[in-house]
């Protein structure tokens, strides 16, 4: 399923903030059931956990601890959860490092998202994992180009967590997440450029992680799309 995948993804670090900066667009989508996109949530969280409980010392000395999962909060009024004393990210999602460690979206965001693509959650939540991972790796094994090494982690993960069995993918899926990387990168309106690079970074470094497994994303073997 990830085979077919060739199009693009996004998100950014800014002081205690590494987020997707993924703001919403103006496009209407369809109603969603909460019952359905909660459980995607719920899946794709347990997954990518499950990954690194089952994994982490095949890579990393040390035990692995799982941040914390704070999950949706409503951008447009809420004042918590905050990071490093700001207010939530609007129509975004985000880890938060300033010692809290902890992962949280705006659930217009995932809405949107899963609307045009249920798959849309399971990489927003593996790119916030991805730089959860960052923060408890040495210094050294921290790619300078943090979002689009999180992207290959995201991959990697994703990946892992379907050979073990703990995420399953549809027919489609990758042509859906293809979108969601789209609609995430650099090089439109609603975004910043240079936060994240392109669409075709984007991807690479995803699909990087998908082919090479977690070793692929660090710096002695990662390359440069």
């Not at 899926?173 to 990168?185: F, R, V, Y």
Request: charged share 20%; hydrophobic share 40%.
């Amino acid at each position: 399923m990830w085979m077919i995948l060739a199009t693009a993804l996004l998100l950014v670090a800014s002081g205690g903030y590494a987020h997707g900066g993924v703001s919403s667009r103006s496009t209407s989508f369809p109603a969603t059931s909460d019952d359905t996109i909660e459980q995607d949530i719920d899946a794709a969280v347990s997954g990518v956990d499950a990954y690194w409980k089952n994994h982490w010392q095949e890579f990393f000395t040390g035990a692995y601890s799982s941040p914390t999962v704070y999950g949706g909060y409503d951008g447009a009024s809420a004042v918590e959860p905050q990071c490093g004393g700001n207010p939530p990210l609007v129509n975004n999602a985000f880890y938060c490092r300033d010692g809290t460690d902890f992962l949280a979206w705006d659930t217009h965001l995932m809405e949107n998202g899963y609307a045009a693509g249920d798959v849309y959650v399971y990489f927003i939540i593996a790119h916030e994992w991805g730089h959860a991972v960052q923060e408890r790796l040495d210094v050294s094994l921290r790619d300078v180009a943090l979002e689009l090494q999180a992207d290959c982690i995201a991959g990697a993960e994703l990946n892992g967590a379907a050979q073990d069995g703990t995420i399953s993918f549809e027919e489609g899926d990758a042509e859906e997440l293809g979108q969601a990387i789209k609609s995430t990168a650099d090089g439109f309106p609603w975004n910043k450029a240079t936060d994240h690079g392109d669409v075709d970074q984007r991807i690479s470094y995803f699909n990087t992680g998908r082919q090479g497994g977690i070793t692929a994303c660090l710096p002695q073997s990662f390359f440069s799309p």
